[in-house]
């Protein structure tokens, strides 16, 4: 398969700037980037990219795809191919599969799957639960992206509310630990009050009063407060309200003991979109306010929320018609994400430098991801060509999730991916995923 590839006249965006230059990708590496040009290509395979943005290939730290045992909704090869049409080139997995991957043995079932199926790069989340403190301190940081616990229970059984496992788990972890924040007593009684009035058929407006600003800010101040005074690495995922971001300190990365992640459908979507979108953004985290949206997009830009990424949850259409106590939260994103958040940029709300930091440089500094993330030379070539001005529309006919279906349909997007280079092997070029690509295995400088 071709690895060696010049790609002319791209306009780089890489750490803050965009400029014009050719990229030279050999064995799977960057090779060279070149704002003089390159001369001779020394048989690589050119590509002109006439003017097109060229930027990293994007770290989603946020994915669930279902397998095993929940492969109705999505799998492996499927969710890792619609993300590399959508420019995410790297994934990083939740252990809500079924079974869990709560013990080691689980966890390297998934990490076996991925290298014979994936077409983006892997890493999957050690799963944290009240019983598997021993199992989960024997994960290798240099080789697995993080622990993963969920402080309040959303898809599967997951969940930790053992005082003394929190503890020893907050004391002890010896490596990131990203959390789902949202008050489970909160969000018990709240449902509770839900069905007295509207019984099992309750109307999905009232998810956000469900699963409610309260119960999130509770259970992110308390872990927040927890990881400060035992000095754990916490990472806090999908900030959905307006009153979190205080507990998160502004400015850049570096230092940071505590980061913030916001995802994409938190930036994008708020409660009036129920009415037109029902249960398709019925998410936990609930998408909330437009004041909270605004605040999280806010937030983006001043730094107290560090990474933008999807939290991709697939369920079926037929999952996402059941009545409120039975539907479903999540829905997928990874094909979208990227030309959303450039949507964000034609809009005016973000730069193009910003949405590059935000969904490729700092997940790889936050997770220490070895030699990605940049358009740098020496690093592997995981690249994304992307038309800011070639206007489509997201429809069942190039919606390539196996649940079928898009939060998305019917939205016009100006920004298109055109290809996609994963480790200098072109895994999609417009409209196809090469499925024969395999990513590779993250590693982490830890
Ligand atoms: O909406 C959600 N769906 N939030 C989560 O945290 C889990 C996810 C899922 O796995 O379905």
Known sequence: MNMNWIIRNARVVNEGRTVE?????????????????????????????NGLLLLPGAIDDQVHFREPGL????????????????????????????????????????????????????????????????EVLRTDPRSVCGLKAFLGSSTGDLLVDDERTLERLFREAHMILSVHAEHEGTIRANLEAA???????????????????????????????KAKECGTRLHVLHISTARELALFEPGPLEGKRITAEACVHHLWFTDADYATKGTLIKWNPAVKTQADRDAIRAAVNEGRIDVVATDHAPH???????????????????????????????????????????????????FQVQERGFVREGCHADLVLVDPDAPWTVAKDNILYKCGWSPFEGQRFYARVKRTWV??????????????VRGMRLLFDR
Request: aromatic fraction near 6%; hydrophobic fraction near 40%.
């Open 21 to 49: 230059a050719d990229v030279l990708l050999r064995a799977g590496r960057i090779e060279r980037v070149a704002t003089e040009g390159i001369g001779d290509a020394h048989g690589a395979t050119e590509v002109d990219a």
């Open 71 to 134: 492969t109705h909704k999505d799998d492996i090869a499927h969710a890792s191919a619609a993300a590399v049409a959508g420019g995410i080139t790297s994934f990083m997995e939740m252990p809500n599969t079924s079974p869990a991957a709560v013990t080691q043995e689980r966890l390297q079932q998934k990490y076996d799957r991925a290298a014979q199926v994936s077409v983006a790069n892997w890493s999957f989340h050690m799963g944290v639960s009240n019983g598997n403190m021993d």
């Open 195 to 225: 069905k007295a009035r509207y019984g099992e058929d309750i109307p999905v407006t009232e998810h956000p009063n469900i699963r409610s600003a309260e119960g999130c800010y509770r259970s992110s101040s308390w872990a927040v407060a």
């Open 316 to 366: 079926t259409l037929e999952e996402k018609a059941l009545p409120y106590t039975r539907c479903p939260s999540g829905g997928p994103l990874v094909q979208h994400a990227l030309p959303a958040m450039l949507e964000l940029v034609r809009q005016g709300v973000y730069t193009v430098e910003q949405v590059v930091e935000k969904m490729c440089h700092a997940p790889a500094r936050l």
């Open 423 to 436: 480790n200098g092997r072109l895994a999609y070029a417009d409209g196809r995923v090469d499925t024969s």
